[in-house]
């Protein structure tokens, strides 16, 4: 065993091997998103400052210039919410005339619609 990874190190040294990299993510306008959806199936996308709504730890929305887009569970990262539940708070709660205060990047994969909606799932909540 030991051996065997030797002389894959060895390889990716030499650069016999390339690894195995994640898939690249695509940056899209949000209006291009909704039109190219159907497209964009199984694809890693990234949709900038765009407003979280409904929020939830299943699921929620991302309101897009011409429509939304269904957050679906599971999250990317799950400490994403430490800081995004307080921000959007005040934009739910607070002071809903406050549009900024529940904006973020997001990066998702693709999926299917479901209904009417596109899916974005395995969501990564960028902050600035």
Do not use: H
């Not at 699921?59 to 887009?69: D, I, N, P």
């Not at 307080?86 to 479901?114: H, L, N, R």
Request: proline fraction near 8%.
């Amino acid at each position: 065993m030991i051996a065997r990874i030797a002389a894959t190190v060895l390889m990716l040294a030499v650069g016999a091997v390339t690894p195995v990299t994640a898939a690249p993510v695509k940056t899209i306008p949000s209006l291009d998103f909704m039109v190219e959806a159907p497209k964009l199936i199984g694809q890693r996308v990234r949709i900038e400052n765009q407003r979280v709504d409904g929020l939830s730890f299943q699921g929620g929305f991302l309101r897009l210039s011409g429509g939304s887009a269904l957050l679906q569970g599971p999250w990317s990262d799950r400490e994403d919410f430490r800081r995004l539940i307080p921000a959007c708070e005040k934009q739910w709660f607070d002071k809903p005339e406050d549009e900024a205060a529940c904006v973020v990047t997001i990066e998702g994969t693709v999926k299917a619609p479901s209904g009417d909606y596109p899916v974005l799932t395995d969501v990564d909540f960028i902050f600035p």
